[in-house]
């Protein structure tokens, strides 16, 4: 079992909520970041064991502190819908 913290950045969405799901039955502690924590996925995911925090990509200060501890993050952003500029920034 691993016992070291991974941050999953869009946790909520399809390769976050995937990567998510595979860690945790790995035995992976998660730490599933989404920009809303009270929707439907996001209380799924802490029913499954992760520990469900707010951040949001275009906040800087959010993400520092959800990453704070943790020992890797996968992070997954969405260019389709920002665009590249916006991408590579949040990236």
Known sequence: MVADVIAV????GRQGGAATRSLLRAGSKVRALTRRPNRRRARTLADLGADVVRADMNDPASLRAAFEGAHGVYSVQNGLKSGFDHEVAQG
Request: glycine share 24%; hydrophobic share 25%; aromatic share 0%.
């Open 9 to 12: 950045c869009g946790a909520t």
